[in-house]
């Protein structure tokens, strides 16, 4: 079955940088071809981060954390990476990647906390 | 594109109906989306499209709305749909969600 399995959580100096992994398996990676992240401040909404293609590795970030953040992929492990560099007390949230398509994010990684604190 | 969403919170009981609400701040068609989300737990995916019920969730869902209004009605509430809804538009980037629905059932 399709399956996204995220890196643990996370605890980062504010200013330094984070990478989550979201190892992708149960599809043809290269078909299903758009991995998204998603993070959620506690008690809050989610918000859109960007994506990734995974078949050409092309990202696309939203506007908010276009000069932070770095999505790319490993087709030969079918592992997508995102790295949040710059990171302040605000970034702490639970980060979640997710399958896009359609229809657009029916399975989702079990998320991964990051607590940003000096 | 802001995502109007409404009630921010509900507090109902086992069989009863209930409509939570969603308004775009421009047309974005039917590239809407309706999620559930439990404490602790990733989003589920209820209804694509605004209105296709996923496989696996009951018919007491129910979502429709185009262009700017969009709702869902879930009828004959049971104690397991408890948790916090959300919308979410994919017409344009960035995708952007509604503030969120926390339902309770007493």
């Known amino acids: 079955q399709v399956q996204l399995v995220q890196s643990g959580a996370e605890v980062a100096r504010p200013g330094a940088s984070v990478q989550i992994s979201c190892r992708a398996s149960?599809?043809?990676?290269?078909?299903?071809?758009?991995i998204h992240w998603l993070r959620q401040v506690p008690g809050q909404s989610l918000e859109w981060m960007g994506w990734?293609?995974?078949?050409?590795?092309?990202?696309k970030y939203s506007q908010t954390f276009r000069d932070r953040v770095n999505i790319t992929r490993d087709t030969s492990t079918t592992t997508i990476y995102m790295e949040l560099r710059d990171l302040t007390s605000d970034d702490t949230a639970v980060y979640y990647c997710?399958?896009?398509?359609?229809?657009?994010?029916?399975?989702w990684g079990q998320g991964a906390l990051v607590t940003v604190s000096s | 594109i802001q995502m109007t969403q409404s009630p921010a919170s509900l507090s109902t009981s086992s069989g009863d109906r209930v409509t939570i609400t969603c308004q775009a701040s421009q047309d974005i068609r039917t590239n809407l989306n309706w999620f559930q989300q439990k404490k602790g737990r990733a989003p589920k995916l209820l209804i694509s499209?605004?209105?296709t019920l996923q496989s696996g969730v009951p018919s007491r869902f129910d979502g429709g709305g185009s262009g700017t209004h969009f709702s869902l009605v879930i009828s004959d509430l049971h104690p397991d749909d408890f948790g916090t809804y959300f919308c979410v538009q994919y017409e344009n980037l960035p995708y952007t969600f509604g503030q969120g629905t926390a339902l309770e059932i007493k």
């Open positions: 149960g599809y043809t990676f290269t078909k299903k071809n758009a």
């Open positions: 499209d605004a209105s």
């Open positions: 997710a399958i896009g398509g359609s229809p657009l994010w029916q399975h």
């Open positions: 990734i293609n995974t078949g050409n590795g092309n990202p």
